[in-house]
């Protein structure tokens, strides 16, 4: 029986809700409170970012052979930035290879040794029913024990015959396997991004709260269980109960009711009404998300914050960016733990003769190659090559070249700069314009 239980740190946040009727249920919520975890904002862009320089975005893929190993990739490093690290267990079914993103808190009693795995149980949830799959990695091969368990009413496991489980689950698992392949494999980015920054991703998620309930604020309806003549609702105001206007709490009145033009105007209208502060959440909430790419070792300048508020300029130097060093780090780190991978999915499709889709080539070693990010410099190559064949637009070459110019000059290069640049290049055009009359 499995009992530990290890939940999720920062940047995951833990959100639970419950659904409450009013006047059906007398306040008591009518559906169980559910806990979720959801990532925060500034940690799902750092992964983004990491996930799009390293495996390209989805303009930019790698060759028909491996296209359909690049969600599953994409996924487990996604996993492995918030997590520290991730797991992807091989399967195959129906003639196919496939491949399963597994995070930490998903394996229990994982024996390890930094990227090397030994043992584990995984422990998948079907409705009323648990499937635990003990693993044990032994030279290259894996050893599989399969045991199922039924979750009574009181949450109480209670053992089952795997044929109980596969007839409920339209499964046909065996109890025991002798895999000639490693079954899990380990994504370790090698760094724990959000080691400093869990405080601070709290702190985001309470603006983002605060925020909504600004939103629901603004869009509470005033109503009484009367409706309204145009007029002054000082004199024409009579609800069917008493109020002490100092009582009404926004968002939870007792009663419903719908304002007539006129009403608007009144004190106590705008003042229930109030108005959304976003600049000021806006600006709260992009403090916090500064901080956090800063403490997640990543520069703010590939954020777009060079020129903002909460960085010194003086000290930005853009010729030493520190993303581009944790993104070269973490390629060295994954990349034999890739070739891992590949190496293993190798061995099932060879050890299993109806695999016939898919096949990788067994001597395959990763390579970024054209995944890798289009920095600077490569913007102006690969522009350069494209003008070899096409035209390009002279606005789409302002829009690649405008943010260069605007960190070779250390400038802001706004929309209006732009139209007169364009304005003069037209300019030029005509005036360089040339006839052939009668010679």
């Known amino acids: ?81 918030y997590c520290k690290e991730a797991f992807i267990c091989l399967h195959k079914f129906d003639g196919k290879v496939y491949l399963e993103t597994l995070r930490p808190n998903q394996i229990f009693d994982i024996v390890q040794k930094y990227d090397k795995l030994f043992s584990g149980t995984i422990v998948e949830i079907n409705d009323n029913y648990e499937l635990h799959r003990h693993f044990e990695l032994d030279n290259g091969n894996t050893i599989l024990d399969l045991e199922a368990y039924k979750i009574e009413d009181n949450g109480k496991e209670t053992p089952v015959s795997l044929a109980e489980y596969n007839r409920v689950n339209g499964t046909e698992y065996e109890e025991h396997y002798i895999l000639p392949y490693e079954y899990v494999i380990n994504i370790d980015t090698g760094e724990d991004f959000f080691r400093d920054s869990r405080k601070l991703l709290l702190e985001e998620m309470k603006v983002i709260n605060t925020f909504n309930e600004e939103i629901a604020k603004t869009k509470t309806k005033i109503a009484t269980t009367q409706h309204f003549q145009t007029g002054n609702v000082v004199t024409k105001w009579q609800p069917r109960t008493s109020y002490d206007v100092q009582t009404l709490d926004v968002g939870e009145l007792k009663d419903y009711f719908t304002l007539m033009p006129g009403d608007r105007e009144h004190y106590l209208f705008q003042y229930l009404q109030g108005s959304i502060r976003y600049k000021e959440y806006i600006e709260t909430f992009k403090f916090y998300d500064y901080q956090i790419i800063q403490m997640s070792g990543l520069s703010p300048a590939t954020f777009g914050y060079e020129k903002d508020a909460y960085m010194n300029t003086a000290n930005v130097d853009l010729s030493a960016n520190a993303s581009e060093m944790t993104i070269e780090s973490i ?22 003769a109806d695999v016939t889709e898919n096949l990788l080539d067994e001597n395959m070693e990763w390579d970024f190659g054209d995944n890798e990010r289009l920095d600077d410099q490569k913007k102006m190559e690969l522009l350069k090559e494209i003008e070899k064949v096409a035209d390009v637009p002279y606005e789409y070459k302002m829009r690649i070249i405008a943010p260069l110019l605007k960190k070779l000059s250390g400038d802001e290069v706004d929309k209006k700069l732009l139209k007169d640049i364009l304005n003069k290049r037209n300019e030029e055009r005509k005036g360089l314009k040339v006839t052939y009359g009668e010679l």
């Open 1 to 81: 029986m499995i009992k530990e239980f290890r939940p999720l740190q920062s940047p995951f946040i833990k959100v639970t809700a419950e659904v409450v009727m009013n006047g059906k249920t007398n306040g008591k919520p009518t559906i169980k409170k559910e806990s979720r975890y959801e990532v925060s904002p500034s940690a799902k862009k750092i992964a983004t970012y990491i996930v799009n320089q390293l495996f390209g975005t989805d303009l930019i893929v790698k060759d028909n052979d491996v296209n359909w190993l690049m969600p599953s990739l994409k996924d487990a490093l996604e996993q492995s930035v």
């Open 331 to 352: 390629k060295v780190q994954i990349t034999n733990q890739l070739n891992r991978l590949f190496e293993n999915i190798v061995k099932l499709q060879r050890s299993q």
